[in-house]
């Protein structure tokens, strides 16, 4: 008899033990931002006059407990050069807001769909959106064997975006001599704009 109450005991500690672990509910804002986290490349649509940019790199870095805040920079490729911009993002309802220093490129996430290897979307500024395609740099590189020191950063970039996205190469030069450099921006895909938080 002892031995079956003993039993029934540990069963009923397992029971309360393995229902109290599991009973904890994750954050969404936080899972978002932990899958969201990290460097990515691809197409982030971005120009800069008339000449679409090649390629970009987006990395995000939380900052702090719980991966819903962070900072980031975003390099964009261009046959003259690159383009660094730096923001700093928060995850707040499954959105995820940007706000870059030039604060024309200001942007929020909603429309979306993210793995470990692909994160894809809309970019929606104040009245426009543009779409994205990006793939998991560290992932993708270990996963075709990139790893090798000897093959650098702009032979993985020029393979990469080979594969994965269709560049326009003709850059239409500005008339005239102009004082002012052209802005960068994203190509506009019209879908709708979403209210930017300030």
């Known amino acids: 008899m002892k031995t079956m109450t003993r039993k029934f005991w540990m069963a009923s500690i397992m029971l309360v033990a393995l229902f109290g672990f599991t009973s904890c509910e994750c ?4 899972s978002l931002g932990f899958d969201v986290s990290g460097h990515w490349f691809g197409d982030l649509d971005m120009y800069y006059g008339n000449e679409k940019a ?6 995000f870095r939380p900052i702090g407990w719980g991966y819903t805040r962070g900072t980031g920079v975003e390099v964009d490729y261009y046959r003259g ?7 700093d993002y928060e995850v707040i309802n499954r959105v995820i807001y940007m706000y870059f220093d030039d604060r024309a490129l200001d942007c929020a996430i909603s429309d979306y769909s993210i ?3 692909y994160f894809t979307g809309y970019m929606d500024g104040a009245y ?4 994205f395609r990006l793939r998991s ?3 993708y590189w270990n996963l075709y064997g990139y790893g090798d020191y000897h093959y650098t950063k702009q032979n993985k ?3 990469a975006w080979n594969d994965s996205i269709s560049s326009d190469t ?3 030069v500005p008339a005239g001599n102009t004082s002012e450099a052209p802005k960068c921006y994203r190509g506009v895909n019209v879908k709708k704009g979403l209210e930017i938080r300030d």
């Open 115 to 117: 793995s470990p290897y």
């Open 137 to 139: 740099y560290d992932r």
């Open 128 to 131: 426009e959106s543009a779409r």
């Open 27 to 30: 954050d969404p804002d936080e």
């Open 170 to 172: 003709t850059m239409a």
């Open 81 to 87: 050069g690159t383009i660094t911009h730096r923001f």
């Open 157 to 159: 970039m020029d393979d």
């Open 54 to 59: 090649r390629g970009s790199e987006i990395e």
